[in-house]
């Protein structure tokens, strides 16, 4: 069954990077990869989008290597409101859904 | 409104009574999804549509649940003879590229 890997749950201090890795498999050659976070009583929301090496934006940065098995969501400089679990779904491979696992609960600690 | 949206935003029912919940998409969106996600876990993939293409419903807990999608754009989900292991937040989400979902804020459901 194709599907991601990532931990459960992470915690951090304030001020820390945090780095979420989240692992493949059998990604298809034509899929994005994506990340979303979700805050307590809201829907997921769009963080950050990539198809390999390196994406940055004003949120945060995400790592692919060279073969695609794997990606890392990168926060640099954690504040408590950044306090939220972080899915990197199973990408779609052509019309198909995408599957959201449980994803990460980061919490973020003063 | 640019996002999507969803209504009601909360329903409290009794058990057995039937539920529709309502989701309204980004305009031009061909692609929406129905999740839902119980207190504290992950989402529950329910059923996709995309464009005028068959549903994959395979998400789809029982035969109680069904969803409809009128002229491409909004989207009700049905439930009936709701039990209490039904209450849960229905997220609808819509995408225009099936690469990025736009979710819209959910609707909390309570089984009385």
């Known amino acids: 069954l194709a599907k991601t890997t990532q931990p459960i749950s992470m915690d951090s201090y304030e001020g820390q990077e945090v780095n979420i890795t989240c692992s493949h498999n059998?990604?298809?050659?034509?899929?994005?990869i994506t990340w979303y976070q979700q805050f307590p009583s809201q829907g997921p929301r769009f963080i950050i989008q990539g198809y390999k090496t390196k994406v940055t934006n004003e949120v945060a940065s995400l790592f692919i290597p060279a073969d695609r098995k794997s990606s890392t969501l990168s926060l640099p400089r954690v504040s408590l409101s950044d306090t939220a679990v972080y899915y990197c779904p199973y990408p779609k491979g052509g019309y198909q859904k995408v599957t959201f696992g449980t994803g990460t609960k980061l919490q973020v600690i003063p | 409104g640019a996002g999507v949206s969803q209504s009601p935003s909360n329903k409290v029912t009794e058990k057995g009574k039937d539920v529709e919940l309502r989701c309204d998409p980004i305009?031009?969106?061909?692609?929406l999804y129905w999740y839902r996600q119980s207190l504290g876990q992950g989402l529950e993939f329910l059923i996709y549509f995309q464009g005028n293409s068959a549903p994959d419903k395979s998400g789809l807990p029982s035969d109680r649940f069904s969803a409809e999608r009128t002229g491409g754009s909004v989207s009700t989900l049905t439930i009936q003879r709701t039990q209490q292991e039904d209450s849960a937040v229905y997220l609808c989400a819509s995408s225009w590229d099936q690469e990025t979902q736009y979710f819209g804020p959910g609707t909390r459901l309570l089984v009385l």
């Open positions: 059998n990604i298809a050659t034509n899929d994005y």
């Open positions: 305009s031009g969106h061909t692609a």
